[in-house]
């Protein structure tokens, strides 16, 4: 077993979280033999149990790197396109402001 303490900064008040090791057979996630360093796995399929590489990469410095577009729909559908040396901001499908 392995215990996690966890603060409640708010309340300052601490809670203790039992987490046990899961059976063999739930949760399997099966993937290709080899793999890119910081490619970040996306799921192949619906079962939820099969991963595939993706061209996006996360680095150490937590910098995404190979992504051509962002959608951010949760606050309020802004958009951000990148094509070559080109970076467009949309705001509810309305081009707002361009570089490069």
Same mark, same amino acid.
């Given at each position: 077993?392995?215990?996690i /303490?966890?603060e409640? +900064? ?5 809670s203790?979280?039992? =987490?046990?090791?899961?059976a063999a057979?739930?949760?399997? +996630?099966?993937g290709p ?6 490619a =970040?796995?996306r799921? *192949?399929?619906?079962?939820g ?14 910098? /995404?790197? *190979? ?9 309020g559908?802004y958009? =951000?396109?990148?094509?070559g040396?080109? /970076?467009q901001?949309?705001?509810q499908?309305?081009? +707002? *402001?361009?570089w490069g």
């Open positions: 077993m392995t215990y /303490l966890i409640d +900064v708010e309340s300052s008040s601490i203790v979280v039992t =987490i046990s090791t899961l057979d739930s949760g399997d +996630v099966t033999g080899s793999a890119t360093d910081e =970040i796995a799921f *192949n399929g619906s079962t149990k099969q991963l595939q590489s993706s061209i996006v990469t996360l680095t150490d410095d937590g910098i /995404l790197k *190979n992504v051509s577009e962002v959608w951010f729909d949760a606050i559908d958009k =951000i396109v990148k094509t040396t080109t /970076l901001i949309y705001v499908g309305a081009l +707002v *402001n361009q």
